[in-house]
C-alpha cells in the first residue's frame, strides 16, 4: 500500500458497498442513567471492532478497559503501525485481529458492533455499509458533517433495525446530568439565553506524529473536519441543545482562520455562532484553538436567574428585574459541587457501559442519531452562514 496515495475511498475500503445505501428524549435524564452494576454481564460477552486509530482511539480504548464486557476484538486503519500502538493500549488480555480496510472488517461475523473513529467526513460511508452488514454501531461525534448524510444514515437505521449511538458523551457525565437536572427542578423560569466558550491551547498534532510522509492530518482541512465548531463546539453545542430542550430554527455565524503561527491549515480556528430555537431562547457560542491558559465559564439566563457551570461546581443564582419587587419566596444562591469537571473525558466510560445494555436490549441508544443530528444542524447551518454572511434557516439544510 502506498501510503502517500491514501484517500478517504482507500481507507474505508467500501467496494461493493459504496453504494449500498445512502427529538430531545422527554426523560432526557432517565434516559442516560448511569450504568447499574446488578445487571451482571460476562467479560467479553459483545465483541466491538474499533475502525480508526488515530489520537481520538487512544481515549475511547482508554474507556473500553473499564467496560469488560465489550472486547475490543479487531482494529482498522490504514495506517499498519497506529493498529499495533493501538493494540498496546489494551488491557484486556486479548489480541485485537489487524485489519486495513471496512470490507475486510465486516466480514467478522464474530462482531456483535463496529466503533467508527474516523475523520468526520467519512462517518456516513462507513456508518451505513455498517448497519447493512448487520453489525450495531457505536459513532464518534459529529455524526456527520451534514443533515443530509445524518438523514441517509436514519433511513440506513430505520431500513437495517441496527441500533445506533453517537458518541456525544457529556449526555452520561455526572457533571452534566446535575446540571441538566438543575434547569428541570429548580424555580428558574423561562430560558432566555446561553453564553458559552470552547477553547484550549489548539488541538493540532506534532508534524511526525504517527501520520507517514506525505499523509495529510485532516483536522488542518475544513472539508473533512468543519473546523473548530465541528471539532470542539459538537460538545457544548449538544449540552445546549440538551438544557434549551428545543429545536434549532435560525443560524448565524463567523469563522475563519486568524492564528498564522499554527500549522499550515485552511480549517477554522476561531468561530462565533448565534443560534435562535424555536422557544425563543438564543444560544452565544464562541471558540479557538489557541488559548494557553485562560477558562471562562458556561452561562444560562433564565427570567428568574442564572446558571453557571465551571471549575467543578454548579452555580445558581436567583434575582428579579429592576424595578420589580423581589418574590419573598425566591430562593438564595446555590453552589453545588459536581463529581468531575473533567469536559474532555468526562462520560467517556458511562456511554460505553451504556451501549452495552443497548446491545442487550434493554436501553435504547443514547443519544441517538435525531439527537446528534440537531447538532449538525447547527455545526453546518454555522459554516454555511459563515461563507454564506447571512442567517441560515435551519429548514435550508433538508
Given amino acids: 500500500m502506498n501510503n502517500k496515495n491514501l484517500s478517504r475511498r482507500n481507507f474505508i475500503g467500501l467496494s461493493g458497498l459504496a453504494g449500498a445505501g445512502l427529538a430531545l428524549m422527554n426523560t432526557p435524564l432517565m434516559a442516560s442513567q448511569p450504568f447499574q452494576r446488578e445487571e451482571k454481564y460476562a467479560a467479553g460477552q459483545f465483541k466491538i471492532g474499533i475502525i480508526g486509530c488515530g489520537n481520538r482511539s487512544k481515549a475511547i480504548i482508554g474507556a473500553l478497559n473499564s467496560v469488560p464486557e465489550l472486547e475490543m476484538t479487531a482494529l482498522c486503519d490504514i495506517v499498519p503501525?497506529?493498529?499495533?500502538?493501538?493494540?498496546?493500549?489494551?488491557?484486556t488480555g486479548v489480541k485485537p485481529k489487524f485489519v486495513n480496510s471496512l470490507d475486510e472488517l465486516l466480514k467478522m461475523k464474530e462482531l456483535d458492533a463496529i466503533a467508527v473513529i474516523t475523520p468526520n467526513d467519512t462517518h456516513r460511508d462507513i456508518i451505513i455499509p455498517a448497519l447493512e452488514a448487520g453489525k450495531?454501531?457505536?459513532?464518534?461525534?459529529?455524526?456527520?458533517?451534514?443533515?443530509?448524510?445524518?438523514?441517509?444514515?436514519?433511513?440506513?437505521?430505520?431500513?437495517?433495525?441496527r441500533l445506533l449511538q453517537v458518541g456525544n458523551q457529556r449526555r452520561h457525565s455526572p457533571a452534566?446530568?446535575?446540571?441538566?437536572e438543575v434547569v428541570r427542578t429548580k424555580p428558574l423560569g423561562q430560558i432566555l439565553q446561553s453564553d458559552l466558550f470552547d477553547y484550549r491551547g489548539d488541538w493540532r498534532v506534532p508534524d511526525a506524529d504517527e501520520y507517514p510522509a506525505g499523509v495529510?492530518?485532516?483536522?488542518?482541512?475544513?472539508?473533512?473536519?468543519?473546523?473548530?465548531?465541528?471539532?470542539?463546539?459538537?460538545?457544548?453545542?449538544?449540552?445546549?441543545?440538551?438544557v434549551f430542550d428545543s429545536d434549532p430554527v435560525s443560524?448565524?455565524?463567523?469563522?475563519?482562520?486568524?492564528?498564522?503561527?499554527?500549522?499550515?491549515?485552511?480549517?477554522?480556528?476561531?468561530?462565533?455562532?448565534?443560534?435562535?430555537?424555536?422557544?425563543?431562547?438564543m444560544m452565544n457560542y464562541g471558540g479557538n484553538v489557541y488559548n494557553y491558559g485562560a477558562s471562562a465559564m458556561d452561562t444560562w439566563f433564565f427570567e428568574k436567574g442564572s446558571v453557571q457551570m465551571g471549575?467543578?461546581?454548579?452555580?445558581?443564582?436567583y434575582g428579579s428585574a429592576p424595578g420589580f419587587p423581589r418574590p419573598a419566596d425566591l430562593p438564595g444562591?446555590?453552589?453545588?459541587?459536581i463529581r468531575d469537571d473533567n469536559r474532555e473525558g468526562d462520560g467517556a466510560t458511562e456511554q460505553l457501559r451504556h451501549f452495552v445494555k443497548v446491545l442487550d436490549g434493554k436501553e435504547k441508544p443514547y443519544p441517538d442519531g435525531y439527537i446528534a443530528r440537531k447538532c449538525v444542524q447547527v455545526m453546518e447551518g454555522s459554516?454555511?452562514?459563515s461563507i454564506a454572511r447571512r442567517a441560515i434557516d435551519v429548514r435550508e439544510l433538508g
Fill in 216 to 242: 495529510e492530518y485532516w483536522r488542518l482541512n475544513q472539508r473533512r473536519s468543519g473546523g473548530v465548531v465541528y471539532e470542539m463546539g459538537a460538545h457544548i453545542i449538544d449540552v445546549n441543545n440538551w
Fill in 81 to 91: 503501525h497506529k493498529m499495533g500502538q493501538r493494540a498496546e493500549l489494551i488491557k
Fill in 176 to 180: 452534566y446530568k446535575t446540571l441538566v
Fill in 311 to 317: 471549575g467543578g461546581q454548579v452555580f445558581v443564582k
Fill in 136 to 161: 450495531h454501531v457505536w459513532c464518534e461525534k459529529p455524526l456527520a458533517m451534514t443533515v443530509a448524510e445524518c438523514n441517509d444514515i436514519l433511513g440506513a437505521v430505520t431500513r437495517t433495525g
Fill in 333 to 337: 444562591p446555590e453552589d453545588i459541587t
Fill in 383 to 385: 459554516v454555511r452562514s
Fill in 251 to 281: 443560524v448565524f455565524s463567523m469563522q475563519g482562520v486568524n492564528n498564522f503561527t499554527l500549522r499550515k491549515r485552511d480549517s477554522n480556528d476561531y468561530g462565533g455562532v448565534l443560534v435562535q430555537y424555536a422557544n425563543g431562547a
